[in-house]
């Protein structure tokens, strides 16, 4: 694949993981109720990002500064499959989270504040799985598209340093 076709697909590309991604996640929660935890919104995070750096990139069409959108992306994507990770290794019990998963912040010095917090709704914990499809959840499919996906920029990274002056 030529440079010129990667710099031509790359903002769409982008746009398209961001989308799909976070469409994905949007309708889990909005469509059909399932509920995030702290570590299922962590994880839109980058994929929020990558729609910057998609939008940036159709803007930037020097070689120079689509390399680093293409740099940056990879580095994103990877810091999704680690939150990815991490949160699978929550849901498999592998290790507690470090995040306020099903916990509530609040603290209780009186009865009021007690009462209080007995009418909240509790805060989600990270290691209950919603939904699984052929017994994987949606944070181990991130994980996965995530790494494909930081590799494949990588790969697009290289294939554009090489361009022929």
């Not at 889990?28 to 990139?57: D, H, K, M, T």
């Not at 949160?87 to 009186?110: L, R």
Request: a neutral charge; charged letters at 10%; aromatic letters at 10%.
């Amino acid at each position: 694949m030529d440079t010129r076709t990667i710099s031509q697909w790359l903002p769409w590309t982008l746009l398209a993981a961001a989308a799909a991604a976070l469409g994905t996640a949007y309708t889990a929660q909005l469509g059909f109720g399932y509920e995030p935890c702290v570590l299922c919104l962590y994880q839109r995070i980058p994929y929020a990002a990558i729609a910057v750096l998609g939008v940036s990139a159709i803007f930037m069409t020097q070689p120079d500064r689509q390399r680093l959108i293409t740099a940056l992306s990879a580095l994103t994507f990877a810091v999704s499959a680690g939150i990815a990770l991490y949160h699978v290794g929550v849901e498999q019990h592998w290790w507690t989270s470090a995040a306020p998963c099903g916990a509530s912040g609040a603290a209780v010095s009186s009865t009021e504040d007690f009462l209080a917090a007995l009418q909240e709704k509790p805060e989600k914990s990270c290691g209950d799985i919603d939904w699984t499809l052929f017994g994987v959840s949606m944070a181990t499919y991130n994980t996965v598209i995530s790494a494909l996906l930081a590799v494949l920029s990588i790969w697009a990274w290289r294939q554009l340093g090489n361009r022929k002056a």
